[in-house]
């Protein structure tokens, strides 16, 4: 098995576990949080997206999918353009508020899809390539790639477990 594959496989787990994070749930549900400052199903899955698109994007020279296919004015969030999510206040967090929970699968996908074909296109040597000398040890494409598929692993972790709380109350 090719790297690449293995990339494919996880990224397609982050998929999944997007999808079934909100499953059955409605606007109010994923936009909920289970306290004061938590973060609600819908920042989460959000946050995720638009780090994977950030980061894939500029790893592989793209666009980002939040630009180029009018998500960013779908959420019309009122948060700067380029906004991830990083570093989000309480108040910011409230911000990401969704009628749907398709549109929040719906920009995942289109991010998903994106991702698959950068990673597809990949070759060993290219995994080995530094794309980010601003780190000790400057960091590879292979590093930055797993990287964002270990933060959205565990965001979307997070989204089921508040899915979790908000069903046991």
């Known amino acids: 098995m090719h790297a690449k594959d293995i990339l494919t496989d996880g990224y397609s787990r982050i998929q999944e576990e997007v999808h079934a994070a909100v499953e059955g749930l409605t606007g109010d549900d994923v936009n909920a949080r289970p306290g004061p400052a938590a973060n609600s199903i819908a920042w989460l899955i959000w ?11 500029d790893a592989s020279g793209l ?27 309480s108040a910011k967090v409230a911000k990401v508020r969704v009628d749907s929970p398709d549109l929040l699968t719906g920009y995942y996908d289109a991010v998903h899809e994106q991702t698959l074909g950068f990673v597809r296109g990949l070759t060993a040597k290219d995994l080995e390539e530094i794309i980010d000398d601003r780190w000790d040890p400057p960091v590879s494409l292979g590093v930055r790639l797993v990287s964002v598929l270990s933060d959205d692993l565990q965001h979307v972790g997070q989204a089921a477990y508040v899915r979790g709380l908000l069903q046991a109350s």
């Open 63 to 89: 666009d980002q999918v939040w630009l180029t296919q009018d998500w960013e004015k779908r959420f019309g969030l009122g948060l700067p353009r380029l906004d991830t999510g990083y570093g989000h206040s």
């Open 47 to 57: 946050h995720l997206t638009r780090v994977q698109d950030d980061h894939i994007a």
